[in-house]
């Protein structure tokens, strides 16, 4: 997604002088675009994500719209003080842009899986969280939020070919997207994973369980009336993503759900622990911890037996 992003964002940064992009030390080979679109508006501030945060603060407080960007859980745990204390305790227009969230960088290790950026960024009052599932949607996000008053978290795969089925570059600020219908449950997915849901679904027609699908891009703002509106209608809702357990989209549909007191059960499909140091391709890890098509198919299946 982060060619299309890139590409995006130097027109938009053609159209609009306050818009500067600083990096944390990596992007070559990605930002290219912006820096020739618009030289004198891009800054390495090395390996020093705090400091990133800390400039962008200052800019956005002098009126400018600064855009941050590096691998996920470097653009989010290593400032989180820094995200906290400026951006989103001021309100400042600070954007974050975390490529690689989930296991995108999967052989790099654990240091480089982002699998608690959501949770973390879900804390903070006040920022909008945006995690696109393909390239498409990742700019159509990006020009819908680009401008909004406060911080955004940006969560952007690698992967600039991969492409969701029936998405056509739809995204929906503060509502989810709907891929299928199906009224025997509901796979909700985020990010990459959206479409292991979509191959999901798949398996489970041909064994005769009807299963919808839901693109959950938007996690700030919540869409909370519109998955109230899908899960009331179905008996099972199973949640899919590159993440913690915990403070993902599995949290944020059991809150939904227990708030409303919708009466639909929830299983959660999901990152399972800290890594015991094998690593691989983030194939090979959506396998490892069952959020591949076919171990999402089974939960399901076995669910409704």
């Known amino acids: 997604m982060r060619t299309a992003v890139f590409r995006a964002l130097a027109d938009l940064g053609r159209r609009d002088a306050r818009i500067v992009l600083i ?16 030289p004198g508006r891009f800054f390495n501030a090395g390996v020093a994500e705090q400091d990133m945060i800390g400039i962008a603060t200052g800019l956005a407080e002098s009126g400018f719209i ?18 906290r204390n400026g951006p989103v305790q001021h309100g400042w227009p600070v954007r974050i842009i975390g490529v690689g969230g989930g296991f995108d960088y999967g052989h790099a290790g654990y240091s480089h899986h982002g699998i608690e950026d959501i949770a973390v960024m879900r804390a903070l009052p006040g920022i909008s969280i945006v995690a696109p599932s393909d390239p498409a949607q990742a700019v159509a996000a990006l020009l819908a939020t680009w401008d909004l008053p406060g911080p955004v978290y940006y969560r952007i795969g690698k992967d600039d ?34 479409s292991e849901a979509c191959t999901a679904a798949e398996r489970l027609a041909a064994t005769g369980i009807d299963a919808g699908v839901l693109a959950l891009a938007s996690i700030r703002p919540e869409p909370a009336d519109a998955l109230a509106g899908a899960l009331a209608a179905v008996p099972l809702a199973v949640t ?15 809150e939904v759900i227990a708030e409303r007191a919708i009466p639909c059960r929830l299983i959660r499909r999901a990152a399972t622990g800290v890594s015991d140091g094998r690593t691989g391709s983030a194939d090979w890890l959506h396998r490892r911890h069952g959020l591949d098509a ?10 409704l037996a």
């Open 161 to 194: 070919r991969f492409v969701v089925p029936g998405l056509d570059g739809r995204f929906t600020l503060g509502g989810v997207d709907r891929l299928r219908a199906g009224h025997d449950c509901l796979l909700i997915a985020t990010g990459t994973l959206v």
């Open 294 to 303: 076919e171990s999402v198919a089974a939960a399901v299946a076995e669910a």
């Open 23 to 38: 990096t944390g030390d990596l992007g070559f080979m990605a930002v290219e675009p912006f820096i020739d679109a618009c």
């Open 240 to 254: 899919v993503e590159a993440h913690q357990r915990n403070g993902g989209i599995g949290s944020l549909v059991a």
């Open 66 to 83: 600064p855009f941050c960007y590096s691998i996920a859980p470097f653009a989010s745990l290593r400032p989180y003080e820094f995200i």
